[in-house]
């Protein structure tokens, strides 16, 4: 197995030399921390993962959870993943200093750490985010109460948090929640229902497990406008401190492709009438207190996703170094020794696409990141510019590396061959791993109509604007560079494209409706990403061009001109892509709206 998952290199290029990270330290919110503390971070987030994580990354896939009499059954080192989380401040990082966190930004104290912990072993890195999410709809609604009964636990590793949305006969449709709340004069409400596909929604590695989930008050509005947010422990914490069943029941988990190491449960709340539920801020406004953590969710699945590409990257070049198998095509000599595979042209470029999905990935998500970081402590309209900003990227971040980290995956099962496809390598199972990631927090589709249908239009068109204003600033950036102004250009044609794509669109919306102008919604998304990622890579490339023009060390110069080859790589093989993908949304037929069910029988 390699022994490298993640370039901690890269991770420091992004943070201080494409985002200037440090520049949030002029922040009062941020002041108390430094370079040396991101450091400092970033050194235990690799040792603990190497040390803890890494060791477990077969055996939590191979020694699966287990459903026994009712409850779950998870590796017993989850119990000190959890611990460890908790006493590291993993969980809190960028909580308040007065609810127990460490006011980190978010780009260093959840995203950095976050894709350190996936890429060594994903199902082990998402019990404690889940809490993290969780725990963060608490601090932002929840009262003070809520705060001092469930944060300290949660804080600690020792409780669960999860979110649960997801009911059997709803699936993402949420206007479609039947689980309901009945209020009581006690305080509480009863809660009766079903949720399913819960992560981490009952395991045997805490002690409770803190359940944030959507309900529908009895007599609420229909429809979303009647959901609410409630908080529903597993366990409800008496006058005494002690805990007792609340009628919460794992009602069974399911069996994965991939992402075994963590159980996804189904849950029954209210089977003997006596599951209590605490309402978070206002009734029937649950839906939107639920998008933090569901964005948060969002940007975390694309991270996620990147994280296990990266494992997969680093494990197919480690492959194409040490692998001999055949000879440079100009060798006559049948003799001859053979040569590491890497020296092949294909598997050049299989490694490129890996690459450049990984660090494109990467720098689009830590590019929201900053956008988060930003929002949080600015005020007034450029506060609501960040807020746009992250909001329309939100989608994309979520996809392109979820989709994408699929086929980087697949590319790195391709070169090690029969291998690949074996257990005793790694890139089958990371190829499980990753399949998820298009499904969790809303499928593509989703994020699709998302896109298109909402956050292109968002306060008319404001957000869409600003975000080509920022690619257009990185095309300026470039343009002074008289080897960089060919790819600039070419980025300026694709916005050019970009902007024509989805003004048609947009005619189709007032032409045809709705259900025309959403029908390629998925394939708009795509189109989109694809220059979105062409986009950080024009400002990865200006960088290194320019880190290249002050005659750095030899180890330094190789990852520079590393990154100008992945560049490259994706303004000639990637970008392209979209010349397709808008010839199809310039001129769409409406195929899937009318054509009929019968058709797909034989």
């Not at 497990?209 to 008496?238: C, E, N, Q, T």
Request: hydrophobic share 40%; with cysteine; proline share 4%.
């Amino acid at each position: 197995m390699a022994e490298k998952f993640i370039s901690e290199r890269n991770l420091k290029f992004l943070l201080y030399e494409l985002n200037d990270i440090e520049s949030l330290l002029k922040y009062p919110y941020f002041a108390d921390h430094s370079k040396e503390v991101f450091d400092m971070l970033m050194d235990t987030a690799m040792r603990m993962s190497k040390d803890l994580f890494k060791p477990l990354f077969e055996e939590m896939d191979r020694k699966a959870p287990e459903y026994v009499n009712g409850e779950v059954k998870v590796h017993p080192k989850v119990r000190e993943i959890m611990r460890a989380a908790g006493d590291g401040g993993w969980i809190a990082s960028s909580f308040p200093y007065d609810l127990g966190g460490q006011q980190l930004p978010f780009t260093v104290g959840i995203m950095l750490p976050t894709a350190i912990f996936g890429s060594a072993n994903y199902s082990a890195s998402v019990y404690h985010g889940l809490t993290h999410g969780a725990a963060g709809l608490i601090v932002s609604f929840g009262t003070q109460e809520m705060k001092d009964t469930y944060l300290p636990k949660m804080i600690a590793g020792e409780w669960q948090g999860t979110m649960a949305l997801t009911e059997p006969q709803a699936g993402s449709s949420l206007t479609d929640l039947t689980t309901t709340a009945t209020p009581t004069d006690e305080g509480y409400y009863k809660i009766k229902g079903q949720k399913l596909f819960i992560s981490a929604g009952d395991h045997d590695g805490c002690d409770n497990v803190i359940h944030l989930a959507l309900v529908r008050i009895k007599d609420a509005p229909p429809g979303i406008k009647g959901i609410s947010l409630f908080i529903i422990p597993k366990k409800r914490i008496k006058e005494d401190g002690s805990l007792e069943p609340n009628d919460v029941n794992c009602a069974g988990i399911y069996h994965k492709l991939g992402y075994r190491g963590a159980p996804i449960t189904q849950l029954a709340f209210g089977e003997n009438d006596d599951c209590r539920g605490w309402l978070v801020g206002e009734a029937n406004k649950g839906l939107g207190y639920m998008f933090q953590m569901m964005n948060g969710a969002r940007i975390d699945v694309g991270l996620g996703a990147t994280a296990i590409s990266s494992a997969a990257y680093y494990a197919s070049l480690e492959y194409a170094k040490e692998r001999p198998q055949g000879r440079k095509l100009t060798s006559k000599d049948p003799l001859s020794p053979q040569i590491p595979i890497i020296e092949h042209a294909d598997i050049r470029r299989m490694l490129l696409f890996q690459k450049a999905v990984v660090e494109g990935s990467l720098a689009l998500l830590f590019q929201c990141g900053i956008y988060e970081d930003l929002e949080h402590v600015t005020e007034g309209e450029e506060r609501e510019n960040y807020n746009l900003l992250l909001e329309l990227l939100t989608p994309v971040a979520k996809t392109y590396p979820s989709e994408m980290g699929i086929l980087s995956c697949s590319t790195g099962l391709q070169i090690l061959g029969g291998y690949g496809f074996c257990e005793e390598f790694p890139l089958e199972q990371l190829y499980r791993d990753v399949r998820i990631h298009p499904i969790h927090e809303g499928t593509t589709g989703i994020q699709g109509m998302d896109l298109l249908g909402r956050k292109m239009m968002m306060k008319k068109g404001k957000a869409a604007q600003l975000y080509l204003a920022e690619v257009r600033k990185a095309v300026a950036d470039a343009q002074g560079d008289a080897e960089l102004k060919p790819f600039a250009d070419k980025l300026t044609e694709a916005v050019a494209l970009l902007e024509k794509v989805t003004a048609h669109q947009f005619g189709i919306a007032a032409k045809q409706g709705p259900e025309m102008f959403l029908a390629d919604a998925t394939v708009y998304l795509e189109f989109f990403g694809i220059i979105a990622i062409a986009w950080q890579w024009l400002r990865q490339a200006t960088v290194a061009q320019k880190a290249l023009a002050h005659g750095p060390g030899e180890a330094d110069a190789n990852f520079y001109q590393g990154k100008l080859a992945a560049f490259r790589y994706f303004f000639g093989y990637e970008l392209p892509k979209i010349q397709g993908l808008s010839d199809r949304l310039l001129h769409g037929d409406g195929l899937t709206v009318t054509m009929k069910n019968e058709y797909f029988e034989d």
